[in-house]
């Protein structure tokens, strides 16, 4: 769900910032694996969508037992785990985030049995099963919301309830909202109901009632729904709208931005009262003390909390931990980075890609932290959509190289696209806007389309004469089946990264990224005694010819390519030359290199300075700025870790 249904306005702080210098500090920046490997950081890790996925009695509507026959998918793959969108107990006001029973499973969705045989196939396959779960607020349709309202203990004050203020202005005592706050959807975050005779606070739609929890008991409650799954055998949670659990007592109206001049519109305040509170990173700091908790007794990879919060990158950050130098709070294991969604889209030139990976790593935890990408989700367009179709294995090749933990949406392997027809079928997103104009634009159906399994009827995605959303009309040329009998396709470019991931030099290797012009970025991945690999993204549609030397000098004359997108002029196995590189327009290449231990000194005799990389490269003063940001805060040198199974990052000028 989260605060931004979709990112109209794309964040430029990446270009107004470029050419600041990093300071030591964050040149020095150390972070460390914390128990998120387990299943996760090595493999593909993939969001689902469970009414989209695969419809297994032909009602149309995805459901676990579609899933669990799928499942194999994901292990060819590479996926070694995956989170599901709710599957719990709802009206499907807003699509499962809307909760009526925290413990109860959508009975379109299938039954308990079903989600246990799921599990059991899972781990069978050897995929991590992580729930969805969406602590800020329930159904109005949820026992404890109609309870509350009649005033039954102990569920008075579950929710957040105020008896509203008197409008003064007329004269005639009409009763108003207490504050100016606003929903995400649109409007006051306020409803008045009748029969308790009291306003209650609502951040999403108004069947989305806010549970109070500075209540104790809601707290307790919101636990024991965690004990819950985690007796089922789940390996962890996504928590949904994470940095909306608390609002500031008192209720003050919020401070108005001065950019939007539609009082009812979320952007008309600055929300400082309802949203990033230091008591939402307190309540994630119990649940990940539960979950570890729970771990050390019942044994088992660690039990994996990943937050959703569209948030400024500093709040983000507390997320992972209490502070910097107290590691006795630990937090989440993946604060989702969303940076790849908000800050960037097809007009992005490498610079801006450059200064965007770099913004994250440089704002982590010095320790006891792992770096994630999430490169898509339910809420926001398909990344075919967003960047350009052109480009889907660029972008995927840039992904699933890059140091710590990746995040895909169902349907991105093959390269499915957003399907704007899903906008006018009128069984969609019932939130989005609120109808009309609005609608079209924040509507989140064009992404949540069914995925596209082969060339049959309804994409082979349900055997019913109907699906809850129409299937993209591409279908019969775009699917996995089609895919997996073409000699080179968007699919086995995936499955190639996916593999790669898991070598030890992804896993563990520095990253050094580079801007080595507007279109094109170059990244090394390197380890001591291990091999090498230079990853080279042409974000542009012409061909370029790149001297990888000149920016890695101590790489080998020829380099071997792993992976190549499913129309460059290279294939796996081709052996190219790294001074004279030829990149074919919205290629992704991944090439390996010689083993670290045989290549100590520069191929020219002589130890080339960073200076001296940087005037090689650089052709204009704009450009040598940029290359010393990315090589001054890019650079980092995973270690050992003295903890089996853990890692760490040691920062490397």
């Known amino acids: 769900m989260g605060t931004m249904l979709k990112h109209s306005k794309i964040n430029r702080d990446c270009r107004a910032r470029r050419l600041v210098q990093p300071t030591k500090e964050n040149r020095l920046q150390q972070y460390t694996n914390t128990g998120a490997s387990s299943g996760i950081v090595g493999g593909g890790n993939q969001a689902i969508y469970p009414r989209s996925y695969m419809d297994s009695d032909g009602d149309g509507v995805g459901d676990l037992r579609g899933i669990t026959s799928r499942l194999g998918h994901l292990k060819d793959a590479g996926i070694g785990a995956t989170w599901l969108s709710p599957i719990f107990l709802s009206p499907m006001v807003d699509f499962g985030y809307d909760i009526a029973d ?31 779960f969406v602590p800020n607020h329930t159904s109005d349709q949820c026992k404890w919301f109609q309870r509350s309202v009649a005033r039954e203990d102990p569920y008075t004050d579950y929710y957040v309830w105020h008896d509203g203020r008197l409008d003064s202005s007329g004269g005639n005592g009409t009763r108003l909202p207490p504050n100016n706050w606003q929903s995400v959807f649109y409007g006051s975050a306020w409803t008045y109901h009748p029969v308790r005779g009291q306003y209650y606070l609502h951040q999403f739609t108004a069947q989305q009632p806010d549970l109070n929890f500075r209540n104790p008991a809601v707290a307790e409650e919101m636990r024991d729904v965690l004990r819950f799954w985690l007796r089922k055998g789940v390996a962890g949670f996504r928590i949904d709208a994470v940095n909306h659990l608390f609002e500031v007592e008192g209720f003050p109206d ?85 940076l790849l969604i908000t800050d960037l889209d097809r ?137 997996k009998r073409a000699d080179r396709s968007h699919y086995k470019t995936y499955q190639a990264l996916v593999r790669l991931r898991a070598h030890e030099t992804f896993r563990k290797g520095s990253i050094r990224l580079v801007p080595y012009s507007s279109e094109v970025i170059v990244y090394e991945r390197e380890l001591a005694d291990s091999d090498t690999f230079v990853v080279v993204i042409n974000l542009g549609g012409t061909v370029r010819t790149v001297d990888l030397v000149s920016v890695f000098p101590r ?99």
């Open 102 to 132: 925290y413990t109860a499973i959508q009975p379109e969705y299938g039954t308990m049995e079903d989600f246990e045989a799921l599990l059991a196939e899972a781990e069978r396959l050897g995929i991590k099963i992580i729930l969805d």
């Open 254 to 338: 919020e401070p108005e931005t001065g950019t939007d001049r539609d009082p009812l519109s979320y952007g008309f305040t600055h929300h400082i009262y309802t949203k990033d509170l230091l008591e939402d990173y307190d309540m994630v700091y119990q649940w990940r003390k539960l979950l570890d908790d729970w771990t050390q007794e019942h044994g088992g990879d660690s039990r994996i909390i990943m937050t959703e919060a569209y948030a400024n990158i500093t709040f983000t950050m507390k997320y992972y931990r209490s502070d910097e130098e107290d590691q006795s709070r630990q937090g989440s294991h993946m604060p989702f980075n969303f």
């Open 347 to 483: 007009t992005a030139t490498a610079q801006d890609f450059v200064f965007t990976i770099n913004k994250w790593l440089t704002y982590m935890p010095r320790t006891g932290a792992t770096a994630n990408w999430v490169l898509g989700n339910h809420d926001q367009p398909r990344v075919g959509t967003r960047y350009g179709a052109e480009r889907i294995d660029a972008i995927h090749t840039l992904l699933l190289t890059l140091p710590g933990i990746a995040v895909t949406y169902y349907g991105e392997e093959i390269g499915m696209l957003d399907n704007p027809d899903a906008i006018s079928s009128g069984q969609g997103d019932a939130v989005a806007g609120g109808g009309g104009d609005a609608f079209i634009v924040f509507s989140r159906d064009p992404e949540r389309t069914p995925f596209q399994w082969d060339g049959t009827a309804n994409a082979g995605f349900s055997r019913g004469p109907s699906t809850w959303l129409p299937v993209h009309p591409n279908y019969r040329e775009l699917n996995l089946d089609a895919q």
């Open 555 to 653: 790489l080998s004359a020829e380099l071997v390519v792993s992976s190549s997108g499913s129309v460059s002029n290279y294939r796996i196995g081709d052996i190219v030359h790294s001074d004279k590189l030829v990149v074919g327009g919205y290629d992704g290449l991944v090439l390996q290199s010689v083993p670290t231990s045989l290549r100590q000194k520069d191929p020219a005799g002589e130890k080339s300075t960073t200076s001296a990389i940087l005037w090689r490269v650089a052709k204009d003063a704009a450009v040598i700025a940029s290359i010393i940001i990315a090589l001054g805060s890019g650079y980092y040198q995973l270690q050992p870790w003295h903890a089996a199974g853990k890692w760490t990052t040691a920062g490397k000028k």
